[in-house]
């Protein structure tokens, strides 16, 4: 049923776990166990990891000690340790921290948009315009995560055209990489493929990342189908952590463990050493006293590995 | 990178739940509540169901009632429901529950094959070539099960020749369709998708299934692939139910929630209600007190369906 397509040589991987994973879990690590995360991250191979963010803390808690982690992690000259901004303030904090590379964010639907940081998408391009100019001449890199770009818990199907147009309008002002997220696991393998193989067509293999949840169990099928048209940056979350605390019923980032196998299992090359992985997702379900949800982590855990 | 895949317009699910699920679960079930179980099955839309087996009750002592389930279920004249048989004492008890559709099974490494039914291959092919005929002379369809097709926990690495081998001989005796088994979940996409090519290559659509356990995570990626290169059947377990006793590490049959769920999602039509599917894994929990594992099933259980 048509030619068997090819799977990209290398993908790289976003690491989440250190801010989209832990700011949805009840539990709070201590910046030393925050600071142990990103380190053993970075020791597994892990060439991009978001530390965290500088978001208000009445609105994130979890993420008030970020400038700390910042000041405290051994950083590697080969990997990118990306602060999450949602404002000039929070720009402001991240080069404080000498942070050189920036997150944005907004989401592609208008009730997400204004749930999640009550701003009309317009609004929220414009504050992000402001930050992507500053950040840029202050010599930062700028990652733009645009959500619920397959699906909206409250508005059901979104337009991808809004999708791209949002992307295109990032694009301009300087962002460097888009990461379009499906933010509470709608997406389904074919609409991920034809999704992602719009982007590609618009933006090229080099800006595009694609931010995947396992809610319903879909995310390695979706990866999948991403690699087939071209995707070669995937976002995943160490164990399985995070989901949104905005987005009723979403839970659970693909597990970075899950992408790294299925990645290394199809001769696909990561760099990152899937063992130390697990390592890590131990060490984190001790820290956290949660058991995490990672399948392939899981799997390990039943003595296998 | 490539044509885009089609998948095909309708998919075939073989519910081996009762079977294949059960056998491997601690908990028992009354014949009550296996009977209700394959009712609910046939209920929903499923086609196709493996009732139990005829086995020795010292070797699987979970199926010993498999009879009186046979006697008491509704049988739909639309529906097969199939009992696995081991050998000659098995065929002749399922003829006398006049079962009509009876699956024979090996391995097609010779060590699990010997772990598991404790004869050489060549040894279960001459007891399946006799069972075979009898069975197709008594007018029942045969199903044949090859396992650990992608991979074996004993040997590593299984030659694929060798299953196009056995499958050949099977079809020779009269099977009318193999099922080949990812018997402890170490497939792997691209190896997934190169096996079913050539087994639709070697005997053509109609002949083949694909049975698959999610034991990494990758049932649903390898099932995409699958459908990717033409295979129309695929084997699934109501809630994840099931592993492999004789198979260290192994656990969960792919979840008929997910894959079903999976198919909804990609426009491929089961004929089957999912709903209806939530429904019976919610039933089986309380019976067997156990958890269930469909990645699905445990997502609509979070209130999110």
Chains 1, 2 share one sequence.
Not at 187 to 192: A, F, I, K, R, S
Not at 205 to 232: I, K, P, Q, S
Not at 250 to 265: I, P, Q, R
């Amino acid at each position: 049923m048509g030619a068997a397509a090819q799977l990209p040589k290398h993908v790289n991987i976003v690491e989440v776990g250190p801010r989209d994973g832990l700011q949805n879990e009840r539990v709070r690590l201590t910046v030393a166990q925050k600071v142990r995360l990103v380190d053993d991250l970075t020791a597994a191979g892990i060439r991009d990891i978001e530390v965290g963010s500088f978001v208000h803390p009445k609105w994130i808690p979890q993420m008030a000690d970020t400038a700390a982690v910042f000041d405290s992690i051994r950083r590697d000259p080969d990997v990118n340790y990306w602060a999450l901004v949602p404002n000039m303030r929070g720009l402001e904090s991240a080069l404080a921290s000498t942070v050189s590379h920036v997150a944005v964010f907004l989401s592609s639907s208008e009730t997400h948009n204004m749930r999640n940081i009550n701003r009309t998408i317009a609004e929220s391009t414009e504050i992000i315009r402001e930050v992507v100019d500053a950040a840029r001449s202050e010599g930062c890199t700028v990652r733009g995560y645009i959500s619920t770009v397959f699906g909206c818990p409250y508005e059901g199907d979104v337009d991808f055209d809004r999708v791209l147009s949002i992307g295109a309008s990032l694009l301009d002002m300087g962002v460097s990489q888009l990461s379009i997220g499906d933010t509470t696991g709608m997406g389904t393998p074919l609409q991920v493929r034809d999704g992602c193989a719009r982007a590609i067509e618009e933006f090229g293999t080099e800006a595009l990342a694609l931010h995947l949840h396992d809610t319903r169990g879909l995310a390695l099928a979706n990866a999948l189908m991403a690699l087939e048209v071209g995707v070669t940056v995937l976002d995943a979350s160490i164990g399985g952590m995070g989901g949104c605390p905005y987005a009723p019923g979403a839970s659970g980032n693909v597990g970075t463990e899950d992408v790294v196998n299925m990645l290394d299992a199809s001769g696909v090359e990561t760099g990152i050493d899937i063992a130390a992985l697990l390592r890590i997702s131990r060490q984190l379900e001790l820290d956290c006293g949660a058991t995490l949800n990672s399948r392939y982590y899981r799997y390990s855990q039943a003595g296998a590995v």
